[in-house]
């Protein structure tokens, strides 16, 4: 019985392990349609609370699950939804 309960505990520890190993570090640059840097673009982990905002150089990096989708919002551009694929990912809003 003691057995089988360390053998539980370990495996549920394997998946925890396993399941925070699949956070990756995005970053990219958002531009607008003429390549100029947006300033200010909400990136957003889709269904959760996770954010970042582009700094002046249209520069941004969050943390994301690998295939996760990542929401770009400004005002004035049209909202954009991207799937997070590897470690970067550029951004021209229209």
Do not use: W
Request: aromatic share 10%; proline share 3%.
């Amino acid at each position: 019985m003691v057995r089988h309960y360390t053998m539980t505990v370990l495996f549920s520890c394997f998946l925890m392990i396993t399941g925070f190993a699949q956070q990756i570090e995005v970053s990219g640059t958002v531009l607008d349609d003429q390549a100029t840097p947006l300033l200010g673009v909400s990136v957003q982990v889709k269904g959760t609370d996770k954010g970042a905002i582009t700094d002046f150089d249209g520069n941004y990096t969050i943390e994301v699950p690998q295939g996760g989708t990542l929401v770009f919002s400004y005002v004035g551009f049209e909202t954009q939804n991207l799937t997070a694929n590897g470690p970067t990912l550029n951004v021209t809003m229209t």
